[in-house]
């Protein structure tokens, strides 16, 4: 090498990133702002894909750096969430997903964060970190409870952390895991159950920072939408024999949908998944829930209120 030249530095890898939305202009145009100030010095495509209609005020905050773009879709696949995210990804041009749900906010730096961590570990596929849960005034940080995640992990605990909107894909396994699958009753849980076959690929990782602000407002699509979310749940233990080898696991969602017969005052359904449940794991809090929701003590809502003033759920 001649002396005056410069090493070859390896350029930053890009990364595509996807937004699903709909009908929330304003808390999209928020989310895209954030993605626009991030800090890291690499190609960043995005990909927003309206599930409907483009609307006519459609104008978005436009990229503010030479190395960031911008594409506007229509869902091309089923309607709902997941074929909203698969036909972003049918765009994607980078061998890093990132996606966002349309009324959360990053962090400047959660991509350079993220990068980094997916870098030093070459063998893990996806990466996702700590969240600050946002509920009007209220803020709850909800920290990464560990470094790598394993299929066993998701099979006990959903792991919250692991949530869409601080979630960095290896693009290879996130096609042979079969992107998000559009079959899922009302697309509730698709993130949970891309994670769980993300999981027979390879190991995740959490990172300690925080990555995004989660919105948690009443507003959700998935708000009061029992039978849904009862019989997502219910086909998501019919599909993975691995809540087999997991009575905690099993626990905790046959506790979830035992709350969603309750919510929807079906006493006989609500019963069967309780003592389901108990038998599997008399210690699952959402059991006792149920109950109280299912004898009219407490309002299901009312529920909902005080967990997610906790950055908590079902």
Known sequence: MSTGETPAVDAPPGVSVLIATRDRLPLLRQALEAVWLQTYAGPVQVVVVFDGPVPDDVELPLPVLPNQTIEVLTNQRTAGIAGARNTALATARHRLIATCDDDDVWMPDRLAVQVDALERD???????????????????????PRSQVRLADLVDDRIMELHPSAMLYRLDPLEAAGGWDETIPGGYAEDYDLLLRLARHG?????????????????????????MIADALTLLLERYPEFASSPSGRARIEGQIAFAHAAMGQRQEAGAWIRRGWRDNPREPRLPLAGLVLSGVVSAGRVQRVLHAQGRGI
Do not use: C, K
């Not at 893990?124 to 990464?144: E, L, M, N, P």
């Not at 190991?203 to 959700?220: N, Q």
């Open 122 to 144: 070459p063998e893990a596929v996806a990466v996702g970190g700590s969240v600050r849960i946002v509920r009007g005034d209220q803020h709850v940080v909800r920290r990464a």
């Open 203 to 227: 190991t995740l990782r959490l990172v300690d920072e925080v990555m995004a602000d989660i919105h948690w407002e009443g507003a959700s699509y998935f708000f009061n939408r029992w039978q």
